[in-house]
């Protein structure tokens, strides 16, 4: 291991990135630094190896033969790496980090995390906000809650609650909805990262219809929601997210009828971790202030086959 003492594990870290990712930007926004930064480790620990591990071509790096030889081992020690430092903290009981969508813990999990702090003043807990889907079993995130079908091959998943989606909308638009088919006349919110729930939604009343396309388009659930308070039209809401906006009179429910998706919010850790009295602790928690916090709400979890539904009139 002498070799290693005359190059920077920072530099390594940013070859390998650089190399599994394909790009500066990607290989940035993973370590959480500079496109400059990462260049500048790219450039050391070439001149440190003596080697050439990017060609510069028309602004893309494109990896050598070098760097391909070297890449499965570069990975694998970094995972190694991660899985060392992970253990590290795996099995206390005064932590916990949580990996959660950015949509999820703006709009929920920040404003009900208080009442699991009351309840346990001597767990710390750490919200990791992000899309990316990491693996607690090579991570150092103690629990993951996502939103999908399942299974989760390889990892420790419990199921939360099933997801369901409602139509919102403003004070001032509500007022000229009085049946479903209403909605189509009105601006349409679209999730650039949402599902098609919509035909879930009608197929609830046997509808089939033809949206108009022309609404205000976001890439985030979260301003999505904003934009139905705002006025700009309506938005079908996943249940948990646009509740509390509901309860506090900043958006109004025409209906109360709340189909099921077919997805499911779970409760995601590692297959080898220790379930810790704070992982015990956080999970009954999560699933009690779930249930609280939507109420029981018209509406059949029952998924709707949209093969089967007639379009309308």
């Not at 995130?141 to 369901?164: F, H, M, N, T």
Request: proline fraction near 6%.
């Amino acid at each position: 291991m002498n070799d290693l003492n005359r190059i920077h594990l920072s530099g390594l870290r940013a070859v390998e990135a650089v190399g599994r990712l394909g790009s500066l930007k990607a290989a940035a926004e993973e370590l959480g630094v500079t496109m400059g930064a990462v260049s500048q480790q790219l450039q050391k620990t070439e001149a440190q190896l003596g080697v050439t591990l990017f060609e510069r071509q028309n602004r893309a790096l494109v990896p050598t033969p070098h760097l391909k030889a070297m890449q499965p081992h570069l990975t694998s020690a970094m995972s190694s790496l991660s899985t060392a430092v992970a253990v590290t903290r795996r099995g206390r009981e005064d932590a916990l980090t949580i990996s959660v969508a950015p949509v999820f813990a703006g709009k929920w999990l920040v404003w009900h995390l208080k009442t699991f702090n009351k309840a346990n003043p001597d767990v710390r807990v750490r919200v990791e906000a992000t899309n990316k889907l990491v693996d607690p079993n090579t991570s150092d995130i103690d629990l993951c809650i996502r939103v999908g079908r399942g299974p989760y091959p390889g990892l420790r998943a419990e199921k939360l609650l099933s997801q369901r989606v409602f139509p919102v909308c403003s004070p001032a638009l509500a007022k000229h909805i009085r049946t479903p088919a209403d909605i189509c006349k009105l601006p349409i919110i679209q999730d650039q990262d949402q599902n098609n729930d919509w035909k879930t939604w009608f197929g609830h009343f046997g509808l089939e219809v033809t949206l108009p396309e022309d609404g205000p388009s976001y890439s985030d659930g979260a301003l999505c929601l904003d934009a139905a308070i705002a006025g700009q039209g309506v938005f079908l809401a996943w249940e948990t997210l646009a509740v509390y906006a509901v309860k506090t009179g900043q958006l109004i429910s025409p209906f109360p009828d709340r189909p099921a998706t077919g997805l499911f919010y779970w409760l995601i850790t590692g297959s080898t971790a220790p379930q810790t009295n704070a992982k015990r602790a956080f999970s009954k928690w999560l699933k009690e202030e779930l249930q609280e916090s939507i109420g029981r709400q018209k509406g059949s979890d029952v998924v709707v086959d949209p093969a089967q539904i007639p379009k309308i009139g």
